[in-house]
């Protein structure tokens, strides 16, 4: 006998409403583990997403400023040919050209024509003729036919560079980017063709494309100084913050994306270009505060969603445990009726094959047949009283009366009521008792028809002059194990589990050797209504053994509670 | 003429003598006032012709793609001659030509939002007015130094007005420290704003409309109080009395029975009705 195993297989084996409620724990967490994983890709995906949106309008306005200064640059080639082949006349002829420019593109914002001295000979503002420049404001000029974006000018036009610098409290701030052109004529002279353009029209572009959303942008020189930004307001023409590190982030190539320092303040999503042809920096960037804000949004929509699916399946447990309870009643209901209405006429088939028996002993032919009906009558009955007593344990073994009883008791009372039938098969009997009372609270009844049942199966199957051994033991500090062992035959080892099933018998007794098929049934019934556990085992040397395991004291009231 | 209808007994005692009084007098009257009125020609005519400024974005716009007319004074001129039972033709007309084209009657009536201003006033007759509007800024979004009307007149900020508009008087009046540039052809406004050569430009708010509508980097700026309102009425020639009143029955009507309300809405110049 393996007993720890058993005790084992006992111990972890549910009930059944147990089975459900594992059934509803895994369903939950299935549902939460389902709501967790896609909250965690959601996660990832806004991030993501924020990366690919960055750069998208990244690359946009990039290529927005690159165009307008490729178009500039176009424009200011153009008028360049006019001076070139002007001649003395430059001044002249260059203002009428240079002002149709400034009405088809709207980025100029002025054009002015500068010889090397700095002396504006031409320009598309009236006042700002025959000025001189100092040409240092610039910084770097070209040194050759490539036009060179110089540094911001806090000034509307160049004529304000020569006005008095000092700055009204509360006045306007008015930049100028220009783009400077360099001029050789064919008689040495150098002329320098100045463009100012309006860093505004670089916001306006990232206004109208950024518009509602909660994106930023700006775009600087590579030195880092700011030429526009929206929709924060950073100062321009001051360097930005931390951008030698953001070049760093882009280091070997152009343009990137990464989360980390930006133009912003605290740690943002940022989409970082460098243009080839300008030396402009765009950065589009968005705070990775906001792309928590979306993730806790959706977060919350998936949490209502998870918490709702929890109550559907609670509401469906409750719903099919309902329905499993109800459907068990109305079984043994009518499990009981029919019963009770089966044993009427069967009483007055058995009355009357009693009194044909009797009456026919003269006749044995007809006293043969009466006998039969009597038989089978019996079975019948036999039958009958095992349905009703299985659906009596079913229906109300909740109100059994649990009393305190001893075990061993049990065990002399089986012995003493099968004794003349042990006695006609020839089969011995041994009761294996300890010696003190072992105390057992619970159906006294019931358990004496479950001891019965088990000995008076072992009894069917001991042939004569072989023994039944009956006795009970303490397995654990609070089970009790009553175990009847015989040496039959044994069960076939496939079969050990299901002749506990209702109207399963085993092969060996399937010629009809007078079981009903519930004999076995109603005693795990019985035991699992007590929180115990009975199960069989066949022993190596011959024959099998049943272990009946029940709780003792405060287990069997804890199983009665639950059972009720 | 008196002889031939009272001659006759069979018609005397047909109709009684003092209802043949009153059909006579109703009959010479009725044909002295299709010999005079306006409203009296164009129910002769049987249609009604409106002047209209084909390029009056939200007001009177021929789209050029499709050629169809909307905005709110063509709901309201058809709104016009359904009430008077008459058909609707459509003559192109603009502010400096519709003084010439009311006089020489080549249309009956100008519907296409004409401000009633002195110089205008002088020369025709206005109807009551059925919408009005105070004076707007525009200025760019990118331009983030000005966002409310406070932020216009201080240091530094270039104002600009179309040439000759009401507006420039007005501007000129106000505006103490910043400057003021009259915008003059070829140059328009909305190019010397994205130029960045004025900071922000003054218009009324149709134009105001009709440039957000057309660039989206366009910001509209409304001043706090309205104090210079200028009034928008229907133009019509001088000296027709019963047309003048006529037109202004079917002004006080549309305010009165939601269609000008319902119109505006349609057009965005709800803001500008006058109630």
Redesign the interface.
């Known amino acids: 006998m393996n007993r720890p195993s058993i005790l084992m297989s006992l111990a972890v084996k549910p009930p059944l409403t147990r089975q459900g409620l594992w059934f509803v724990t895994v369903i939950t967490l299935i549902v939460a583990l389902s709501v967790g994983w896609i909250v965690w890709y959601e996660k990832n995906e806004i991030v993501s997403n924020d990366k690919r949106r960055t750069e998208l309008f990244a690359r946009l306005l990039d290529d927005h400023a690159v165009r307008t200064l490729d178009v500039a640059a176009l424009a200011l080639a153009d008028l360049s040919e006019v001076v070139r082949t002007s001649g003395d006349a430059t001044a002249n002829r260059l203002r009428a050209p240079a002002l149709q420019v ?2 088809s593109l ?5 054009l002015a024509l500068i010889d090397a001295s700095g002396l504006v000979l031409t320009s598309t503002r009236e006042l700002g003729q025959d000025q001189l420049i100092d040409l240092q404001v610039f910084g770097s000029l070209p040194i050759n036919e490539s036009p060179v974006l110089s540094r911001l000018l806090p000034v ?1 036009y160049l004529e304000d560079l020569t006005a008095d610098a000092r700055q ?1 409290p ?5 930049f ?1 980017l220009p783009l400077i052109r360099r001029i050789q004529t064919q008689d040495a002279r150098t002329f320098y063709l100045v463009g100012l353009l ?11 494309t950024l518009g509602d959303t909660d994106l930023s942008a700006v775009l600087t020189s590579y030195t880092g100084g700011i030429i ?1 930004s ?2 924060q ?1 950073l100062a321009l023409g001051t360097k930005l913050a931390g951008h030698l590190e953001i070049i760093d982030q882009l280091k070997p190539r152009t343009q990137g994306t990464y989360i980390g320092a930006g133009a912003s303040e605290g740690e943002q999503i940022v989409s970082v270009r460098t243009s080839r042809a300008w030396p402009l920096m765009t950065l589009v960037e968005r705070p990775m505060s906001a792309a928590w804000n979306d993730w806790f949004r959706l977060l919350s929509w998936f949490v209502l969603v998870g918490a709702l699916a929890f109550v559907v399946i609670a509401l469906m447990a409750r719903v099919a445990w309902r329905s499993a309870q109800e459907a068990a009643r109305i079984k043994a209901e009518f499990i009981a009726n029919i019963s009770h209405e089966l044993r009427t006429p069967l009483q007055s088939i058995l009355g009357f094959s009693e009194l044909g028996l009797m009456r026919t002993q003269d006749q044995p032919r007809l006293g043969g047949m009466f006998g039969d009906i009597h038989s089978s009558g019996q079975r019948m009955l036999a039958l009958v009283n095992d349905l009703l007593d299985i659906s009596k344990i079913d229906s109300t073994f909740s109100q059994a009366a649990f009393s305190l009883i001893d075990a061993r008791q049990l065990v002399s009372d089986v012995e003493s009521e099968l004794a003349p039938l042990l006695r006609a098969r020839f089969v011995k009997f041994e009761a294996r008792l300890p010696e003190h009372p072992v105390m057992l609270r619970a159906d006294a009844l019931r358990i004496h028809q479950v001891l019965r049942n088990v000995v008076a199966n072992a009894m069917k199957f001991s042939a004569p002059g072989q023994k039944i051994i009956a006795g009970l033991d303490i397995v654990l500090p609070d089970t009790l194990h009553f175990y009847v062992q015989d040496e039959g035959c044994g069960i076939p080892q496939n079969e050990l589990e299901n002749i506990f099933e209702p109207f399963v018998q085993s092969s060996l007794t399937k010629d009809g050797s007078g079981g009903t098929g519930l004999g076995l049934a109603i005693c795990r019934r019985i035991v699992l209504a007590h929180g115990g556990d009975i199960r069989a085992e066949n022993i190596p040397t011959g024959g099998a053994i049943f272990h009946i395991y029940l709780p003792l004291r405060e287990a069997s009231l804890r199983s009665k509670a639950e059972h009720s | 003429m008196c002889s031939l209808f009272t001659g006759s007994r069979a018609f005397r005692r047909l109709v009684p003598r003092p209802w043949l009084a009153f059909l006579l007098l109703l009959t010479a009257l009725s044909s002295q006032v299709s010999a005079t009125t306006t409203e009296a020609r164009i129910r002769d005519a049987g249609q009604l012709k409106v002047c209209i400024w084909p390029d009056y974005y939200g007001v009177t716009y021929r789209n050029p793609h499709t050629r169809a007319l909307s905005g709110i004074d063509i709901d309201l001129s058809h709104a016009l001659a359904a009430d008077l039972g008459v058909d609707l033709v459509y003559v192109d007309s603009s502010f400096v030509t519709l003084v010439d084209d009311l006089l020489s009657e080549r249309c009956e009536i100008g519907m296409f939002a004409i401000g009633a201003i002195a110089q205008r006033a002088s020369q025709l007759t206005f109807s009551n007015s059925y919408m009005q509007s105070g004076i707007y800024a525009i200025t760019t979004k990118g331009q983030r130094q000005i966002r409310v009307w406070g932020d216009i007149d201080r240091p530094g900020v270039v104002v600009g007005v179309q040439a000759g508009s009401f507006m420039e008087p007005i501007m000129r009046d106000m505006l103490t420290q910043a400057s003021l540039v009259v915008v003059r052809p070829p140059m328009n406004r909305e190019k010397e704003l994205l130029s960045g050569r004025v900071d922000v430009f003054i218009t009324d708010y149709p134009n105001g409309r009709r440039v957000l509508d057309r660039n989206d980097s366009i910001r509209l700026i409304a001043p706090d109080i309205h104090r210079e309102v200028l009034p928008y009425a229907y133009a019509l020639k001088p000296g027709d009395q019963s047309w003048l009143v006529r037109v202004n029955q079917f002004v006080d009507a549309i305010k009165r029975d939601g269609r000008l309300e319902r119109a505006a809405q349609q057009h965005g110049m709800a803001p500008m009705v006058v109630k």
């Open positions: 400034l009405g709207t980025f100029f914002r002025s509307r009204i509360g006045a306007l701030k008015v100028s309006n860093p505004d029209f670089f916001a306006n572009f990232q206004a109208v526009s929206y929709p307001v």
